[in-house]
């Protein structure tokens, strides 16, 4: 089921927004760019997006102003915001003021993969909004595969959202069961394994389905590490096997024409680690 989630992003800083949008946008996440907060304003009314992720200082119609007015409108007063400002901002201008009305602030400098992250929480849990109002009428289950959705940002998005429900994964001909009460694992089947373990298995699954069925849940509880606990432990393994395949011998080690080929591809910067303050 093909989900898009529409992300509005305003900065008066277009090289800030550009990095910004960049890091945000996925296949669940369409971005677009805005360098004035008027500007925004329209766009919101004309093509309403499913988030606002907006700076606080921004020349003529600031954050807090563009927040209001979203908030004034009836068609446009239900859309999450996100504000970026500085931690001084934040506590003495606009947590008081706009506590209710902002879905989450973010303070500035920031890390961009930080700031990204937690904006794509919020997306991957308006993608499962939008996914269940879509689903069947008929059996109310959300299907998709792992392709549109990971793993790692479904567990995220279930914790986050407090759901109770059955999520089932299946890759390369395995299924791994997990159920969710108030967000948290509270039983897990894979196989042979129960609990814990049979949590962790499927974290590194890449390829595959999932399914969402809010009316089943778990009479048993079977785990004894909260859903964040489970998450970690599985990317911990996962790290720990990647570093055991990258020192293995292999082929080319015993081929040093092969070898020096593979070692000429340039490495990817890590741009995602900069800190961005405007």
């Not at 954050?63 to 970026?84: D, F, H, M, N, S």
Request: net charge negative; hydrophobic share 40%; charged share 25%.
């Amino acid at each position: 089921m093909a989900v898009e989630v529409k992300v509005l992003l305003v900065d008066d800083n277009a090289t800030i927004a550009g990095m910004l949008g960049r890091a945000v946008h996925s296949p669940v996440a369409e971005v677009t760019i805005l360098t004035d907060a008027a500007d925004a304003l329209l766009h919101v009314v004309d093509d309403a997006p499913d988030l606002v992720v907006a700076d606080f200082r921004m020349a003529g119609m600031d954050g807090r102003q563009l927040v209001q007015k979203l908030k004034a409108r009836p068609q446009t007063a239900r859309i999450p915001v996100v504000l970026l400002a500085s931690k001084a901002d934040i506590s003495e201008k606009l947590r008081g003021s706009l506590q209710d009305a902002v879905e989450d602030f973010i303070e500035k400098p920031f890390f961009l993969r930080d700031a990204s992250s937690r904006i794509k929480r919020i997306v991957d849990r308006i993608a499962l909004e939008k996914m269940a109002k879509q689903a069947p009428a008929s059996d109310g289950v959300l299907r998709g595969t792992l392709e549109q959705m990971n793993v790692i940002d479904l567990l995220q998005s279930l914790e986050l959202g407090r759901k109770t429900c059955l999520l089932t994964l299946t890759s390369s001909g395995e299924q791994s069961q997990l159920y969710f009460s108030e967000g948290q694992i509270v039983d897990a089947i894979s196989g042979s394994l129960r609990g814990d373990a049979a949590a962790i298995k499927g974290i590194a699954w890449t390829q595959g389905d999932f399914q969402i069925d809010f009316a089943k849940e778990s009479g048993e509880s079977t785990t004894t590490l909260s859903t964040q606990a489970l998450l970690m432990e599985g990317l911990r393994l996962l790290d720990e096997a990647n570093r055991d395949s990258e020192t293995a011998p292999s082929d080319e080690s015993a081929n040093p024409e092969s070898a020096a080929v593979s070692s000429s591809v340039p490495e990817q910067a890590g741009g995602e680690d900069n800190i961005l303050e405007t």
